[in-house]
């Protein structure tokens, strides 16, 4: 079986836009802007056997603020520029009570059949509450969080907080 590195999108791989305190995702390639040292550690997760997969909330679609056409283009972009082995999005709002909605590990559980990837020897990163949930949730032997300080909920139980995607890796890499 494989292990992989779940990773949240906005404010874990590209830069999250912030109004007030709240993250938003790009909903436009011209937006959408990868973050430093991103590229770099990815590679280091693949050269040392992680299997990279994103698991992204992006009810944007459901909402009308952003098409299907849009996101593609972004996922397009993005695969081209990063190791990435799969991308798993949720359309779904709260409201429509989905598994695959963070804070659920619907995409978690989805993606590791899919890759065939061992929960328990493989981790999650994410910069708000409901990443590091959906990584307890699916069993992640382990979550890590980007503390952004945003003005909203914040995650509960075990996680190691760390500065960026960089930071994770280090730790990750270097056991």
Not at 50 to 55: G, Q, R, S
Not at 90 to 111: F, V
Not at 135 to 156: L, M, N, S, V, W
Request: glycine content about 8%; proline content about 5%; overall charge positive.
């Amino acid at each position: 079986m494989n292990r992989a590195l779940f990773l949240d999108r906005d404010g874990v791989i590209n830069k999250s836009i912030v109004v007030g305190g709240k993250p938003f995702a790009p909903t436009v390639l011209k937006d959408f802007h990868i973050l430093p040292g991103v590229i770099e550690a990815l590679l280091q997760l693949k050269n040392a056997g992680f299997k990279t997969v994103v698991v992204t909330n992006q009810p944007d679609l459901s909402t009308g603020k952003q098409t299907w056409n849009s996101l593609n283009a972004i996922h397009a972009f993005l695969i081209e520029k990063c190791p990435i082995d799969i991308i798993k999005v949720c359309a779904h709002i709260s409201n429509d009570n989905c598994d695959c909605r963070k804070p659920k590990p619907g995409m978690l559980l989805e993606a590791s059949r899919f890759l065939n990837i061992d929960l328990s020897q493989s981790y999650m990163i994410g910069d708000r509450w409901g990443d590091i949930e959906a990584g307890q949730r699916a069993g992640c032997k382990k979550t890590f969080f980007i503390d952004y300080g945003y003005d909203e909920k914040t995650p509960h139980g075990d996680f190691i907080k760390v500065k960026s995607l960089s930071d994770c890796v280090s730790i990750l890499i270097k056991g």
